[in-house]
Antibody, heavy 124, light 106 residues
C-alpha cells in the first residue's frame, strides 16, 4: 500500500516561491496521475493541478500562471512550485494520487491516497 | 467551473440515527461524484467513488446514491467516530471541484 509523504518550507514571505515535494513510499508513480490540492478556511478544498509520469500536466486555470508541477520518476517523487505567493496562498497543501475506475458511463477518477498535508503560511 | 453545493452545512444527530448529506452539481456530471471524510487535523479520506462504489476498507454503514446533478451520502447508523466533515467532489471535468463540506456532530 503506497503511502505519500510530503515536505517543504512552511513559512514564506509575499512574492516568494512555494516549493513542496511528495514521495510515494512503498510504490511507484507508474500508472496514475498525481495531484496537489490545497485547503484554506476561505476557499475550502481547491485542486491545484496534476501530473502523469509521462510529464503530461493539467492545472487549475485560477493558478495556472503561477504553478509548475514536475516529476522525478527515478526517485518516485513529484513537486509543486507556486510563484509570487501572497497571503491568499496561505493554506494546508496536500499531495494526492488520482486513481480511476472504468464504467459503462466512462472512466471515473477519484483521489484515493493523500499525503499528510503541509501547512504553509505567507506573511511579511 | 462546476459548482457543488452541499446541504446542510452542518448537522447534529444521535448515535444510531440515519444521516443523509446532499450534494447538488451545477450541471450534469453523470456518476463522476466522489465522497470524502475529513477528521480534525487529518487529510481527507475517500469513502465512496463513482457516486455509489464503496472504497475498500470503508464501513458498509456508508452508502452513496445519485446520478446527474443530485447525489446523497447516507450513514445508516451514526457512530461516535463518524464525527467529521464530509465533502463531495466532481471529477467530470477540469478543474475538479469540491463541495463546501458538511460538518456532522454527534
Amino acid at each position: 500500500q503506497v503511502q505519500l509523504y510530503q515536505w517543504g518550507a512552511g513559512l514564506l514571505k509575499p512574492s516568494e516561491t512555494l516549493s513542496l515535494t511528495c514521495s510515494a513510499h512503498g510504490g511507484t508513480l507508474f500508472g496514475y496521475y498525481w495531484s496537489w490540492i490545497r485547503q484554506s478556511p476561505g476557499k475550502g478544498l481547491e485542486w491545484i493541478g496534476e501530473i502523469h509520469r509521462s510529464g503530461v500536466t493539467d492545472y487549475n486555470p485560477s493558478l495556472k500562471s503561477r504553478v509548475t508541477i514536475s516529476i522525478d520518476t527515478s526517485k518516485d517523487q513529484f513537486s509543486l512550485k507556486l510563484t509570487s505567493v501572497t497571503a491568499a496562498d496561505t493554506a494546508i497543501y496536500y499531495c494526492a494520487r488520482k486513481a480511476d475506475i472504468s464504467m459503462i458511463r466512462g472512466v471515473i477518477p477519484y483521489f484515493d491516497n493523500w499525503g499528510q498535508g503541509t501547512p504553509v503560511s505567507v506573511s511579511s | 467551473d462546476i459548482q457543488l453545493t452541499q446541504s446542510p452545512s452542518s448537522l447534529s444527530a444521535f448515535v444510531g440515527d440515519r444521516v443523509t448529506v446532499a450534494c447538488r452539481a451545477s450541471q450534469n456530471i453523470g456518476l463522476f461524484l466522489n465522497w470524502y471524510r475529513q477528521e480534525p487535523g487529518k487529510a481527507p479520506k475517500l469513502l465512496i467513488y463513482a457516486a455509489s462504489t464503496l472504497q475498500s476498507g470503508v464501513s458498509s454503514n456508508f452508502s452513496g446514491s445519485g446520478l446527474g446533478t443530485d447525489f446523497t451520502l447516507t450513514i445508516t447508523s451514526l457512530q461516535p467516530e463518524d464525527s467529521a466533515i464530509y465533502y463531495c467532489q466532481q471529477s467530470y471535468t477540469s478543474p475538479q471541484t469540491f463541495g463546501q463540506g458538511t460538518k456532522v456532530e454527534i
